[in-house]
């Protein structure tokens, strides 16, 4: 396995255009568990935690609430002047994981964390998300899922953050591709987690 260390946005997005697959790595408290269970075998891993300019938030009048993708979840936690912001940041954030992980943890690495489905997190298991033709919790052990809107997979978002930012958009900077903004709500769903998992896993 190759890893890269960023040293800024640029150098990050060159180097996921030169490689054929690529798995960025953020806090890495969601993606080395995935590597240590055989879920996630990155060949390719370009190592964020270096870029300066994705960490932080800005309040600009007119421009809304800006989170960076590396901004660690302890400081929208811990911030007085952000809970007066936005206060639901702080209330969502306090009863997840736990302070070790949250100060690693960061706001990209949450809302992208692979769903808690105990097939999923099986390695022997291929259901539908893994690319088997199947969904296991739909007549199997479904607690904790979706029972409304949900069709190939029943997941829901494991993320703490995704209920406070319903409304919010995550705006995107890909190799190749013009940058464009998404919807959390599409960000998280089964399907554009179907099409992570089988492109860039
Ligand atoms: C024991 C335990 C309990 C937990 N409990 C909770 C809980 O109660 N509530 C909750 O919300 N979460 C919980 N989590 C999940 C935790 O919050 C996430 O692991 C963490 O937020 C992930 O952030 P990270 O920066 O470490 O991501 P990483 O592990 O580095 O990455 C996670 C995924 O996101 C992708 N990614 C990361 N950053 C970017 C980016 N900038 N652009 C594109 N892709 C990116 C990675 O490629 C990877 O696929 C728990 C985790 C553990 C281990
Ligand atoms: S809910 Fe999704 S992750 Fe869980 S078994 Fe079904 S397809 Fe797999």
Redesign the pocket.
Known sequence: MSVHVARDLNDALDHISSATEV???????????LMKDGL?RPQSLVD?TGIEG?RGWSHAKGRGLRIG??TP?VELETSDALAKTMPILRESLR????VQ??T???V???L???NRCWYFRDEGTVCWLKGGNRCFAIDGENRYHAIIGARDCVIVS????VPAHCNAHVYLRAALRPPRSISVKAAVSPWMTYR?FRT?R
């Open positions: 798995t960025v790595l953020a806090g890495g408290t969601d993606l080395v568990g996630a964020l994705l993708a590396l979840l009863d997840a994981a736990t992980l949250r690693m943890g960061t990209g690495g949450n992208l964390q692979r494991p993320s703490d953050l992570i860039i």
